[in-house]
């Protein structure tokens, strides 16, 4: 066709230029060549824009399918000899629809069949949708929230990313990133409450700027928002976010100002609006409730800020801005841009911001911090995306897979109904008449399939909120909604005209005088053959290619549970017990050691110890660390991960220690300078020597005071795993309770049968000790190891199910082909008994069949499952086996050729019980 | 049996959004298939976004309707020496959108006056 030399193609040209089959001959005869030249263009326009690569597909794809589709309808419309018209729907009549029914009433098992087939593709990718809608999709539900940014430092030599924001730089920052309007921060986390009634609760905590809910765009319930006089300083902070102030403070402090959530208004407060003005403890100091948030507030970002659920209650920093620790970190800053201002903009301002504050302090400079904001959205989901869009990916083979399965139904029926159809024509039936027939039943098996499908989206949405991983953000929004509504019966609509009418067009135009002529023969089920045979290849090979995705799932699962995380989770029970009351250090010593003693009393408890944190609680510990050098080249810091334990505590986990020994009663103390390093610290301080040898050396570490100490290495222990279990995260340092003030994190108290039922003794000791302390997150060990393995159990049940309800379509696809081979092929089978083949060569003859179709099907699977694997380990879903591996292809092969073999198994051993006779007489 | 062609300005009905700004696009001048898209994009203000798919199908339309016709294949202005072809506006296709803008101010004046009897347009 081209009349000029066409120009190279790059791949997604050639992708481009194959999807352009799906125009009618002529059309794509005539534009294909300019087609392919404006996609370059619009890819290069989209590139220029900055349009992502997925988004700029999908809607070339959606645009090319939907004028590919309405092409071929007006060209058979024309060919048809119509007048040209717009394609309505009065194709269908009622009358129409009620035959249908008829019709699939009477073929019970097609019509459940491809009902089925459309409610498994319809209902395991709408259950998915709306998972990418809740999680990535929707607008962030605050005031135009494509406004709002997360401003963040990456500590560059420390190989320290997004750190939070020290306090004393926040006026700093708001003067020169002036493209946001409004910047304000926020710091979540745990804390004892009292109510009125004198009960204590832990509750989840955030301490905000007073222009937080102005920057959210959201306006409290009732009472009042916060005011800048709110955050006037106090001499003691009222909520120790560091461990900065460890004694006292004389006098009671006055009491800071509160807003509650909605929810726990409702639950604490029995929605009782008279509580305003009223006050409560919340952490260690009184609160004046002065509001209460709107009920829609959600804070999507509270993991970001520190917390693991949705605050309970707020208040309002109150600190002195100008004098503030410009190291503590531990803010985490918003900023909404200013009308007209990009993040561009912003971008730049805080590269000047933090090439400043690297001017002004060698610790800023040693660091290499440097500062960017990211788009609300972006950073939330950041994490997630790309294992949901892989999971996106794998339903769309499924979706795919259905539709294949069900056009492959209706084309053999749709040939197997020729004649029937041809008689109807002969009595005078028009074209208009059959197809809009046809029509009705695709119509119908659509919506029912789509009903069943939403049904089977809804327990699916179910299992998904059941098992879904912790850090999967705004999963609590996860629901059918309206547009994930319209994604299902669009893709039920879809469905229905792809499966339905092109058959139904195909059909409508049988030769009638040589279909009638045929007789009582065989229907004409010799046509399309090749199209059915290759629909059923690509079913084979997506389904192969998602058995293996979830092969190399359940690997990854294997590695997961067998990966030591350095301590033994068994037996061991842990909770929080944070007081509200405002101890001076000794007062806490002395806390802790009552508690600690009468734990170890319970009868099954065989050692008891508190640490902050626990491994794989969630809640990150920053130290800085350096050699002894790093006190004059500040480049030489280093991050940690800092644990501050009870003596007790590598005992309790059974952590391993590699030399030296564990804390002691005298090492926990204010005063201690004695800390135990873990084996990455040890090789990464003194490389090149024995753990043992490192005993006694000295670091530098900054934990407690505004300087780094030297501390004297007395133990080298085994690394745990702490942020994720799947991979192995950076060097860890632990230091005595003591030494940084006696603060309570979790307690872990080891037992010797099934840890929680000491729970209610444990609760009896913490409320005989003081009835003010709550205890909170009471779990086992077990649950927080559990939690570290949800986002790989979760991947591995979802592309799980999808493999097996795709390998389920593929082998339902496979037996139709062959079914319909078998029938077509009766009366060849009956001369070939005839002339004395037996019934095993017959068996033989279809299974062979079958065989060579699934297996060329395979090997395109394993060249798709090859290219598409990686996806899964750049989306970091895989732990501790690559994307080829070996074992897994051909342990899923041999699943695979076993299913196959199955799938054959019914039509092939039909063809060898027929009898010659009765096979020869159907011709 | 196929539709009768048409052949006068009155057998078309109202243009559809799309169109109009094609045909509007092409009355400057001829075009390549991208530059119609960009150049309907901008001047409508990005109301009509057509991709290259919907492009197509219209242009079809357009040539077997006789308002538009291709002229040769040539190196596009942009400087890349690909052969493109150009499409360019027939004086049927002028009279059509000609017609269609003198039914839409119609159609403007009448509500104007409608709306300036109501009070509603100053």
């Known amino acids: 066709m081209a009349d000029f030399p066409v120009p190279p193609l790059n791949n997604g040209e050639r992708v481009y230029r194959a999807l352009l089959h799906l125009y009618p001959r002529r059309f794509r005869e005539a534009f294909a060549l300019d087609l392919v030249e404006a996609f370059r263009d619009e890819r290069r326009a989209a590139d220029r824009r900055g349009v992502s690569s997925a988004a700029f597909w999908l809607s070339t794809v959606q645009d090319l399918v939907t004028q590919a589709f309405s092409e071929r309808m007006s060209s058979a419309w024309r060919a048809g000899g119509s007048v040209r018209r717009p394609l309505t729907l009065r194709l269908m009549s009622f009358h129409d629809l009620r035959l249908a029914a008829r019709t699939l009433r009477n073929n019970p098992l097609f019509a459940l069949t491809a009902i089925i087939t459309i409610a498994l593709g319809v209902g395991s990718s709408t259950a998915i949708f709306s998972v990418v809608n809740a999680v990535l999709l929707r607008p962030l539900p605050y005031a135009h929230p494509d406004r709002l940014a997360m401003i963040q430092m990456d500590i560059l030599a420390r190989h320290f990313m997004n750190s939070s924001v020290a306090p004393g730089n926040m006026l700093d920052l708001k003067a020169r990133a002036t493209a946001f309007e409004n910047i304000g921060a926020i710091a979540a986390g745990a804390v004892p409450f009292v109510g009125m009634d004198g009960k204590p609760e832990q509750i989840n905590y955030a301490v905000v700027t007073p222009n937080f809910f102005t920057i959210l765009g959201t306006r409290v319930a009732f009472g009042r928002d916060f005011v800048e006089s709110d955050g006037t300083p106090e001499p003691v902070p009222a909520l120790a976010m560091t461990r900065e102030s460890t004694e006292a403070p004389s006098g009671a402090p006055s009491p800071t100002m509160a807003i509650l959530s909605h929810g726990f208004w409702e639950r604490r407060f029995g929605a009782d609006s008279s509580v305003i003005g009223k006050t409560v403890q919340i952490g260690r100091a009184p609160a004046m409730i002065v509001g209460v948030a709107p009920s829609d507030l959600r804070i999507v970002f509270s993991k970001w800020a520190g917390s693991v659920a949705e605050p309970d209650a707020y208040s309002v920093f109150r600190i002195d801005w100008s004098t503030a620790s410009r190291i503590n970190t531990g803010f985490r800053v918003i900023g909404r841009l200013a009308p007209g201002a990009s993040l561009a903009t912003a971008e730049a301002q805080l590269g000047v911001f933090g090439a400043d504050l690297q001017n002004r302090f060698p610790i800023y400079k040693g660091g290499n911090a440097v500062w960017h904001a990211e788009p609300m959205q972006t950073e939330i989901v950041q994490d997630v995306r790309p294992a949901i869009l892989a999971l996106m990916g794998a339903v769309l083979f499924v979706l795919l897979i259905a539709c294949a399965n069900v056009a492959n139904l209706l084309l053999v029926r749709a040939m197997a109904r020729e004649r029937e159809l041809a008689i109807r024509a002969a009595l005078g039936g028009t074209r208009g008449a059959l197809v809009g027939q046809m029509f009705a039943e695709s119509i119908l098996l659509a919506s029912c399939g789509a009903g069943l499908g939403l049904l089977f989206a809804k327990l699916g949405i179910g299992l998904l909120l059941r098992i879904a991983p912790s850090n999967l953000p705004r999963v609590s929004d996860v629901a059918i909604d309206p547009s994930v509504l319209a994604f299902a019966i669009g893709a039920a609509l879809v469905s229905a005209l792809v499966f339905g009418v092109l058959p139904a067009v195909r059909a409508s135009r049988p030769n009638l005088a040589q279909t009638l002529r045929s007789g009582g023969r065989s229907p004409n089920l010799g046509g399309g053959k090749y199209l059915r045979q290759s629909v059923v290849l690509v079913e084979v090979a997506l389904s192969f290619v998602l058995l293996i995705g979830s092969g190399l799932m359940v690997r990854s699962f294997m590695a997961l549970e067998q990966v030591d995380p350095g301590f033994d989770p068994r037996g061991i029970l842990t909770f929080t017990a944070n007081s509200p009351r405002n101890p001076g250090t000794a007062e806490r010593a002395a806390y802790m050691q009552t508690l600690e003693t009468r734990l170890t009393a319970i009868p099954g408890v065989i050692a008891v110890t508190e640490s902050s944190p626990l491994p794989l609680d969630g809640t990150d510990a920053n130290l800085r660390w350096g050699p002894m050098a790093a006190a004059d080249d500040p480049s030489l810091y280093q991050s940690a991960t800092s644990f501050f334990v009870q003596p007790g505590y590598f005992a309790v986990m059974k952590a391993k220690l590699i030399a030296g020994r564990a804390f002691t009663a005298a090492d926990n103390d204010i005063t201690s300078r004695a800390i135990i390093v873990d084996e990455l610290l040890a090789a990464k301080a003194f490389p090149g020597q024995s753990p043992q040898s490192v005993v006694g050396k000295q670091v530098l570490c900054r934990s407690v005071g505004p300087e780094p100490l030297a501390y004297r290495i007395i133990g080298v222990a085994q690394h745990e795993r702490h942020m994720s279990l799947a991979s192995a995260g950076r060097e860890q340092v632990f230091l005595s309770n003591g030494a940084g003030g006696f603060f309570t994190g979790r307690w872990a108290v080891r037992t010797t049968g099934d840890p929680t039922r000491l729970i209610p003794a444990v609760r009896a000791v913490v409320a005989g ?110 732990v501790s086996v690559t994307p080829t591996d070996p074992l897994t292809y051909a342990g899923i092969s041999l699943l695979f050729i076993a299913m196959a073999a199955l799938a054959c198994w019914i039509p092939a051993r039909r063809a060898a019980v027929l009898s010659p006779n009765a096979a020869l007489r159907s011709e | 049996m196929t539709p009768p062609p048409r052949t006068n300005r009155s057998d078309f009905p109202p243009l559809k959004q799309d169109t109009f700004y094609v045909l509007l696009v092409l009355l400057s001048g001829e075009r390549h298939g991208y530059a ?46 690909e052969r493109r072809r150009y499409y360019r506006i027939t004086p049927l296709g002028k009279r059509v959108i000609a017609a269609d803008a003198e039914r839409m101010a119609a159609l403007a004046d009448v509500a104007r006056s409608a709306l300036r009897a109501n009070g509603a347009l100053a």
Request: a neutral charge.
């Open chain 1, 769 to 878: 000790i003081d009835p003010l302390v709550p205890l909170g997150d009471v779990m086992p060990m077990s649950a927080y190891v559990d939690r570290a393995m949800a986002a790989t159990r979760f991947s591995l049940v979802m592309i799980g199910i999808f493999a097996v309800v795709a390998a389920l379509l593929a082998s339902i696809g496979l037996y139709g082909v062959l079914a319909t081979s078998v029938r077509q092929r009766t009366a060849e089978i009956g001369v070939r008994m005839a002339f004395g083949a037996t019934g095993g060569n017959i068996f033989r003859l279809i299974i062979g069949q079958g065989l060579a179709l699934s297996g060329v099907g395979l090997v395109a699977g394993v060249a798709i499952a090859l290219m598409l694997t990686r996806v899964l380990s750049s989306a970091g879903m895989l």
């Open chain 2, 36 to 81: 119609i898209m960009r150049d309907a994009a901008e001047s409508s203000n990005n109301r009509v976004v057509l991709q290259a798919g919907a492009l197509y199908r219209l242009l079809a339309r357009l040539l077997e309707d006789g308002l538009v016709v291709e002229s040769q294949r040539r190196p596009a202005a942009d400087a890349d020496d």
